[in-house]
């Protein structure tokens, strides 16, 4: 395999870089002080990979699918489905933006970058649905902490993932939350 070139290393450093400082839409909206980056969703995603402990599971496939299955919001931004782009534009305009970056990139690993992409939205595989799951429990935990620390009530996020999750570990994930949530909200 052919070496990247050293120029377009730092070009894809600086794409991603982008991810880093564009906040969240959703908190944004929502009014959240200090709201998550992509970049810090995407990493807490990365992580939950570690906890799965089923063997049929790849959960290094996992990381990489958490780590860039939001990598287009750096060029078209965190498009939510409140903004009235229909989810057709929106698939366009980040499959434009992943072939962007697989071109930056270059070689097999620009290719790999695009194809976890395109598993991810497509849900190809078992590790891509576990990501989807990953992706709204995230959500919802970030939720809940903001509510914790901040006093804002955003019920909207957990009533947009009710009934969505398609796997076990993170529908059992998703319905402690739920019970902790409930619990010091009827003890305050």
């Not at 290719?111 to 939205?121: G, M, N, R, T, V």
């Not at 429990?137 to 909207?156: D, K």
């Not at 969505?164 to 409930?182: I, P």
Request: with cysteine.
């Amino acid at each position: 395999m052919e070496p990247i070139a050293a120029s377009n290393v730092l070009d894809f450093l600086q794409i991603c870089g982008k991810l880093k400082t564009e906040k969240r839409t959703g908190w944004v909206n929502h009014k959240v002080h200090l709201p998550e980056s992509i970049s810090d969703h995407m990493y807490r995603m990365a992580i939950l990979s570690f906890l799965v402990q089923d063997p049929t599971i790849n959960k290094e496939r996992c990381m990489k699918i958490a780590l860039v299955h939001d990598m287009a919001e750096a060029l078209c931004g965190d498009i939510t489905p409140f903004q009235g782009v229909s989810k057709e534009e929106k698939h366009r305009l980040e499959e434009a933006a992943m072939a962007k970056i697989r071109d930056t990139v270059g070689n097999s690993i620009g290719a790999e970058i695009y194809e976890l992409w395109c598993e991810y939205e497509s849900i190809s595989s078992r590790e891509a649905q576990l990501v989807k799951d990953f992706d709204k429990f995230e959500m919802i935990v970030s939720a809940s902490e903001y509510e914790q620390a901040q006093g804002v009530e955003l019920q909207s996020f957990f009533d947009t993932v009710r009934g969505a999750f398609k796997t076990d570990l993170v529908r059992r994930w998703a319905d402690e939350l739920n019970r902790k949530r409930d619990q010091s909200r009827t003890s305050t």
